[in-house]
């Protein structure tokens, strides 16, 4: 018999009968809690929050919630595959890790952790550009896997070209440039509390060791952390930059780019008509725009632009196998997984991301087969109950 991720759960259950059960919940929503139970409230709150009063945060989890699967019988599901192309590359599940920078305050381990974890599977993991370790050592702990890096989107040209030539020179071959962040939104939690990771020196290693940041000191890091983290903090990413702007990444950029924070359908004609590669509807996990539209509800429509001539990915609330199912059937090819591993990372290192992915494919795989779907390809609009708006 073929070997399926759903076989996961007969693992758990055969562990059990010899006194071994898993060491984090199976229900992915319960992480988050045992995380703020574990770290500091600052840490926390910073991967927990968002914009404004969480309302964003909220509605991308109703408006996936909100719509229902109407599972098919009788379909044959025996022999199961959930692999699929994404930018001509074939993944072996429509998953991808999210770019999470800041990863040591959640563990030690940190990035290296998370993309091994991902490796081991196959499953892409997403650099972020404000990691807290540099691109070449993460790179180092990826084997041989894929290597997709995501860009901020520096105002210092010769620091957007710099990154782009260190994430070519270790392996990366998709390039992610997120446009819903060029500058920080009014976060209350982390107001709150006056806490900034790069504050306190993370999110920074990419800048700190780059040659073309480094040129614009008077003093290194070490000596004036001060003066490093204003830096930093002036030009990691750009409110000045247009449509336009993009020719620069094209003509730097040999592979695939896709524009993350996607949510208006003529933006996405926009990312189309600019000889990009693919789009992220995404809303940051609502950690930027305070009443912003539900990154679920955005799909369809960027979906329907652009679904013929972009990759259309999406982002923005996934906690579960059905919530994956529905991104498909409102026509993604492949979500990325944000907050849910960063809390396995905080509770167990690269144990805890594994266990997080094997979750959640299991789930995935259980719930596309208990619908009729024995591939995500044959996953559609008529797979959702008319939605109840
Ligand atoms: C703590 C934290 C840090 C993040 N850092 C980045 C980043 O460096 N680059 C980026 O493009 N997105 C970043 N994101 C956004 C994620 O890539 C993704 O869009 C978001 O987590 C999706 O929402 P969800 O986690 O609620 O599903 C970050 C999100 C969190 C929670
Ligand atoms: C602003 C970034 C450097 C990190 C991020 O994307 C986030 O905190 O949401």
Redesign the pocket.
Known sequence: MARHWADFQYEIYLNGMSGTVPRLPTDLTRLEGLAEHRLGPGPVG??AGSAGDGST?RA?RAALERRRIVPRMLRDVHERDLSVEVLGRPLPAPLAL?????LSIMHPDAEPAAARAAAAHGVPYVL???SSTPIEQVAEAMGDAERWF?L?WSKDREVTRSFLDRAKAAGFTVL?V?LD?PMLAWRPRDLDQAYLPFLHGVGTANYFTDPAFLAGLAKPPQEDPNAAVLRFLGLFADPGKTWPDLAFLREHWDGPIVL?GILHPDDAREAADAGMDGVVV?N????QVAGSVAAADALPGVARAVGDRLAVLF????RTGDDVVKALALGARAV????PY?YGLALDGQRGVDHVIRCLLAELDLTLALSGHATPSTVGTADLAADPG
Not at 315 to 318: C, E, F, L, R
């Open positions: 910073y991967v945060a991308n999210a770019p999470v920078g800041v972020s550009s404000a995501q901020y992610v997120t962040t993350k995404s940051h996990g609502g950690r982002d923005s609330g996934v990325l997984l944000g907050r960063v």
